[in-house]
């Protein structure tokens, strides 16, 4: 099955520096790479995805790239606020039957210190 | 915007007890899902429903773990005979299509003493 590994588990960064969190996976028939942000106590919710077919995607401070070849892709924060601190999890889903079954990385925590 | 809903938030059992959990998806969803939390760890798979049917199961969906759409809108998720292990936030999750952004509920978190 699908192995996904993300790091740092831990980023500590100052109001206003960017942050780049990054995830690796396994299973060359992943095509699907969501990112989703996990305040304490609450849902996770999904901040930006991308599929296969592209390398980038871009939605205000919030990127996400992607390189297929060496199986991995990352997601980077400018401008970072306070706000932006939650724990972080990326995942990648295999089209499987026709679903998509996410696997999840253990999760980052970015705190963003004012 | 339209939301998952879960019932309860919170749900405190004894071992042994059979507990369900349960789950209001986004009314044009067609796809729905659990996965679990253990505190401080990663999200898990538990299993894929669709068209009133299992599509899918991770290995922790054993036998003492069942889902059910008893009706047009809930989705539930009954644990038989709780063991400690089993304490964990669940999350029920819903998607339009089958190749959809999958939409998280706030979760119920499970206390098995």
């Known amino acids: 099955g699908e192995n996904v590994e993300q790091h740092p588990s831990t980023l500590s960064v100052q109001e206003g520096d960017s942050a780049v969190i990054k995830c690796t996976y396994s299973d060359s028939a992943s095509n699907y790479f969501p990112w989703y942000k996990q305040e304490l106590g609450k849902r996770p919710q999904l901040i930006i995805d991308i599929r296969s077919n592209v390398g980038e995607k871009k939605d205000q401070r919030i990127a996400v790239t992607l390189n297929k070849t060496a199986k991995h892709f990352s997601l980077h924060i400018t401008e970072t606020q306070p706000e932006d601190s939650a724990v972080y999890f990326c995942?990648?889903?295999?089209?499987?039957?026709?679903?998509?079954?996410?696997?999840f990385g253990r999760g980052t925590s970015l705190i963003v210190h004012p | 915007e339209p939301e998952v809903t879960q019932t309860p938030s919170h749900q405190v059992t004894q071992m042994g007890q059979e507990v369900i959990l349960r789950c209001v998806p986004i009314s044009n969803h067609l796809y729905f899902y659990w996965y679990r939390q253990i505190l401080g760890q990663k999200v898990e798979f538990l299993v894929s429903?669709?068209?009133?049917?299992?599509?899918?199961k991770s290995e922790i969906f054993d036998d003492q773990f069942s889902v059910e759409r008893p009706d047009g809108s809930n989705f539930t998720l009954k644990i038989r005979s709780t063991k400690l292990e089993d304490s964990a936030m669940y999350f029920c999750?819903?998607?339009?299509?089958?190749?959809?952004?999958?939409?998280f509920g706030p979760g119920t978190r499970l206390l098995v003493l």
């Open positions: 999750a819903s998607s339009e299509g089958n190749q959809e952004t999958q939409y």
């Open positions: 995942a990648a889903s295999p089209s499987s039957g026709g679903s998509y079954i996410p696997t």
């Open positions: 429903f669709y068209n009133n049917e299992i599509s899918e």
